[in-house]
């Protein structure tokens, strides 16, 4: 029988070791620099995180026993990436300094290129901590704002329409430069979802940076079985304006924008309307908030603590308290 060329595979995250997992990448959120470095074939990243630990396991949502046979892993301390013949885990660390734009701008065009050569042109997702999210640079720019600049200036130098662009994450950790992280694949292209109650982040009006926040709301893609929804980073936020009364509105808003996004999704591809949680990833700015975020994520999307963690750390507009990601499967 001929090999099956593409098996439509995804990678997706899960936050407790499974019996039968082959793990592309391990991400270690804790008490430790920043590295990215290989061991056994696996890649290693590691974000500082001085109040919360987290560790979060990167493997195909479909094992088949071809992709263990084809990995390859390189890493050289501050970039790296490991790939299976069909998926690609890629992650570079951006280095510190006085404005993040240009060296953003170019481990983003690297980043982009090395998926490209090496034949993992369709990028589905990406997450970008910024160290010291709200802090300014010494022009006074917002760093969040900064890097913001140099992502956009990349994005269009290699020709990316604004509609073209992957799902995101953008979120505070504790000092350092930037760690961006990306997935990708050969195979076939994602499906961009926008939320018509906010405007596209990409068209943000100018007070909120020099250049717009580069990102998707979410992406599908196309898996043996199904389809998978990559909801971007998502917080309080209507048309373009942060709501930030309190933090039970924070939740409620947040959790109608995710829905809403379910929602959007179920109108080009009917099947999201029986879709599952498979993961959430939820960022707070307090230690105080975590209980009652924690449990109205749980309760709205029908989802285990297990697989539902939270961060603390900064969010990238000083005045929201919240933002959080997720990965939905439907049939
Ligand atoms: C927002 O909707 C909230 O800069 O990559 C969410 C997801 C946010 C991704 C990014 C920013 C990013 O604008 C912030």
Request: aromatic share 10%; with cysteine; hydrophobic share 40%.
């Amino acid at each position: 029988m001929d090999k099956i060329m593409y098996t439509y595979n995804a990678l997706i995250p899960n936050y407790a070791l499974k019996d039968i997992q082959e793990n592309l990448a391990v991400v270690h959120y804790g008490n430790e620099k920043t590295s990215i470095t290989t061991q056994n074939d696996v890649l290693h990243i590691c974000i500082p995180s001085a109040q919360t630990q987290l560790t979060e396991y990167w493997s195909l949502l479909h094992l088949t026993t071809e992709d263990a046979n084809q990995r390859q892993c390189h890493a050289t301390g501050t970039e790296g990436w490991c790939a299976d013949g069909d998926n690609l885990f890629a992650a570079c660390l951006v280095p510190d300094g006085p404005e993040l734009a240009p060296a953003s701008k170019q481990a983003y065009m690297r980043l982009i290129q090395l998926a490209e050569q090496l034949g993992y042109a369709n990028i589905y997702r990406i997450w970008n901590y910024v160290g010291r999210i709200n802090a300014p640079n010494n022009n006074g720019l917002e760093r969040y704002r900064d890097f913001c600049l140099g992502r956009a200036d990349a994005f269009e130098a290699l020709k990316y329409a604004p509609t073209t662009l992957p799902a995101a994450t953008g979120i505070g950790f504790q000092n350092g430069g930037v760690v961006v992280f990306l997935i990708a694949r050969k195979t076939p292209q994602a499906t961009n979802i926008e939320n018509p109650l906010q405007i596209p982040a990409y068209q943000y009006p100018q007070r909120y940076g020099p250049k717009a926040p580069s990102f998707a709301r979410a992406t599908v893609i196309k898996v043996q079985n199904g389809f998978c929804l990559y909801v971007s980073g998502t917080a309080s936020i209507r048309n373009h304006k942060s709501l930030t009364q309190n933090i039970e509105q924070e939740i409620a808003i947040t959790i109608q924008n995710i829905q809403q996004l379910l929602k959007t999704a179920a109108t080009k591809y009917p099947t999201f309307k029986q879709s599952i949680c498979d993961s959430l990833k939820i960022y707070v700015r307090h230690k105080k908030d975590i209980p009652l975020v924690s449990q109205a994520f749980q309760a709205a999307f029908g989802i285990e603590a297990a697989q539902a963690p939270v961060l603390i750390s900064d969010i990238c507009r000083a005045e929201l308290s919240l933002e959080v990601e997720g990965v939905f499967r439907a049939p």
